[in-house]
């Protein structure tokens, strides 16, 4: 049951860095943004596929074209941790910018959706890059099960409530 529900939720997740990225579109700085989503979407992804692609064990892995190579999962955990370090500088560069600049609530300003969205990509890699370690259960299931919900009811809440949304800056009102 653990691990369909370890499954479900890196699915779920895969989801929402593919929407957010999605998203992107008309944003100033699209192009960085949807790197930024789509790279945990699709080792999320992979996850949901293959859960033992975060260990060490061998398995293959598909690349373009369907053609399928050994690996010992080290391109996965390179670009997790990759991506994850460049996330963290991101995230403290965006935490900074709000400290010094913000006024009123941050998931009014840009910046502030950026940085949770930063921060959810920094826990869910570090939740799969853990899972290799031992089959997720207990508390680190109910934290992933917690995760995966939040960005969804977060973008409920937002959606649903007119002041935020009367905030959002003028390409963001065009996407949804």
Known sequence: MAGRLWRL?????????????AVQVNDPD???WTVVYLVPAALTLLV???PSIT???????????????PSDNGFWRSLCDLHSAGC???TIALACSLFAYAQGNILHQEEGRELFGLVIITI?????RSS???????VRLIAAIVVALFPFISWLYIYVN???RASWPTHCKTVI
């Open 9 to 21: 939720c890196n699915l779920l997740m895969a989801a929402f860095f593919g929407l957010a990225a």
């Open 30 to 32: 699209a192009g960085l």
């Open 48 to 50: 949901s596929i293959n």
């Open 55 to 69: 260990g060490f064990t061998s398995c293959y892995v598909a690349v373009a074209g369907g053609l399928f190579f």
């Open 88 to 90: 963290i500088v991101g």
């Open 124 to 128: 869910w890699m570090s939740l799969c």
């Open 132 to 138: 290799a370690k031992s089959p997720l259960g207990g």
């Open 162 to 164: 007119k002041e935020m």
